[in-house]
């Protein structure tokens, strides 16, 4: 009686299904008890913004911030050191940012998607490895915002006929399937 | 169908199959049990720990949260350079007056510095205390369950002294309702 054997398995298999999802809906509701939380899908920060930077020639760095689609950085909470001393960078001019009216910030501007900013050095240092250090700070739209934060890349600046050297990391990126 | 359950020899091995999909659903829905509550999630856990500990406010004397034990307990993580926190403030600031005699508490912990705190508090009018954390406060409201460490975070303990509720994020209308709620 193959028929009848093939439906009593699907019986139980559904039964099986139904104790399945039954405990994993008591589990949930075990632990989920009290006032309903509402927490947002967010990402950590250095998902959020990442910091990646290189040298373009003896005298000149380049920074650049990947920004997650719904996050954004504040241009007026950039800021940007060289270590060791006495290298030192000049004044960075940061791109123009979009323009947000903040109930209590006023007008501030913001950066989206990426922000790419120059940095000369005061003197040219060819061939020297330095440590660029970049503070920034931002928010996400959905309604939260992330500490300052101060991240460090060790680069090295091409010799005086160099090449730019390579885009670097601030963190190494998580591992991620199919990525 | 009227037919009859089947039997022979293929019973005891479907039991076999039951039993083994009932024990692997209980290993399952155990596993999904044990992960979630070690999950950073601390809903329903017991408040004891922030309860014990104490910062300073803004004039710089030292405030244990434990003198609010037996209240509804609304601690807010915030900063003065964080906008979605100062926006919700207000809103804490109107159920404070109005729910404070009936045993809500707002207790802020700011993610800042005194002077700046100072000043803001009084821009708006803050009715509640502002205890000053720091950046030590980040890492507090990461054990107590803000795991990706962003502002404004909220935890609430019942007078009993247990979780109700943290949220990452701005606290809903519909949430602060059931806070208050928790006093009656």
Known sequence: ?179 | MTEPPAAGGNAPRRRAIVAAAAVAALALGAGVAWWLRTDPSPAKRDASALLEIALPDAAGVSQPLAQWRGKVLVVNFWATWCAPCREEMPMFIAAQEKHGPRGLQFVGIAVDEAAKVKQFASEIGLNYPALIGGYGAMELSRTLGNQIMALPFTIVVDRQGGVALTQLGPVKPAQLDQIIALTR
Request: charged letters at 25%; aromatic letters at 10%; glycine letters at 8%.
């Open chain 1, 1 to 179: 009686m193959p028929r009848r054997r093939a439906r009593d398995l699907a019986a139980e298999r559904r039964t099986f299904v139904g104790r399945g999802a039954a405990l994993v809906g008591a589990a949930f509701a075990f632990v989920h008890i009290g006032i309903g939380a509402a927490d947002l899908k967010l990402l950590p920060p250095e998902e959020a913004f990442r910091f990646s930077a290189r040298a373009l020639d003896t005298r000149t760095l380049e920074a650049n911030f990947g920004i997650e689609k719904g996050y954004y950085l504040y241009r007026d909470k950039f800021s940007f050191a060289l270590e060791p001393a006495p290298h030192a960078l000049a004044v960075p001019t940061l791109p123009p940012g979009k323009l947000k009216d903040d109930e209590f910030f006023g007008r501030v501007e913001t950066y989206r998607d990426r922000v790419v900013v120059r940095l000369p050095l005061a003197e040219a240092a060819p061939g020297r490895t330095l440590t660029l250090i970049a503070n920034s700070q931002g928010c996400a739209d959905a309604g939260v915002c992330y500490p300052p934060s101060t991240q460090r890349i060790v680069l090295t600046l091409p010799a005086a006929d160099g090449r730019p050297g390579p885009l670097i990391e601030a963190t190494p990126a998580k591992k991620r399937w199919f990525n």
